[in-house]
């Protein structure tokens, strides 16, 4: 049985990779043998992710900053790893955004740029890596969220856009099963990165925000970068081999919890 302890020799694309999720995972597949095409908008985050990928034990990864939803960033990014690597394995589309608003508070403009970033551009994205990933016989997952499979208030367009990349997930593997390619989602409760401060949250409430978590969720905290990485690393690798159409939950037992 194959086994995720090594990704070697496979080549990946990792969007999002400056921080959080992203960056936890290019530093593990670093540490799993993989060769790394880091994606993201803030370049010397970026370079900091592409050190600590080389500190444990990657070749020089490629770093690609710009803005995903930019057309030209998108297939220069495949474009640019096909032609350092030869070839592409997997494709972890984990950039993404959230922000704050209810249907009497979202504005058109709100829930467009949600989609546009959650959904369109990984869309697009994926359509430009299937080609290589049909020869390689590779995989795709996508970072999704608790709230793709489960609804909350006050956070309508990031919802909408969650479920709907879980839709793409379903869809994507079946249209390219047949030709073995394999799509899943990792579907992460909270998870400890800037993604909600950057959503709205104050300090003050993200703190707060935070020690919710301790109910909300079933194990009673809100999970590590590292522990998602984990479940992707599970996802990409041939352990997963069989597994294709997913959507996992990574959320401490927070899908399954209904109010008392």
Known sequence: MASVTSLSGKVAIITGASSGIGAATSVLFAKLGAKLTLAGRKENNLLQTRDSCKEN??????????NLTD?????????????KYGQLDILVNNAGIISLGSIETTSLEDFDTMMNVNVRSVFHLTTLAVPHLLKTRGNIVNVSSVNGIRSFPGVLSYCVSKSALDQ?????????????VRVNSVNPGVTITELQKRGGLSEEAYTSFLERSKTTHALGRPAQPEEIAECIAFLASDASSFVTGVTLP???????????
């Open 168 to 180: 793409l997930t379903r869809c994507c593997a079946l249209d390219l099963a047949a030709k073995g």
């Open 57 to 66: 034990g990657a070749e020089e990864p490629l770093t690609v900053t710009g």
């Open 71 to 83: 057309e030209v960033y998108r297939r220069n990014l495949v474009d640019q790893c096909v032609q």
């Open 250 to 260: 990574a959320d401490g037992g927070r899908h399954a919890m209904c109010p008392r």
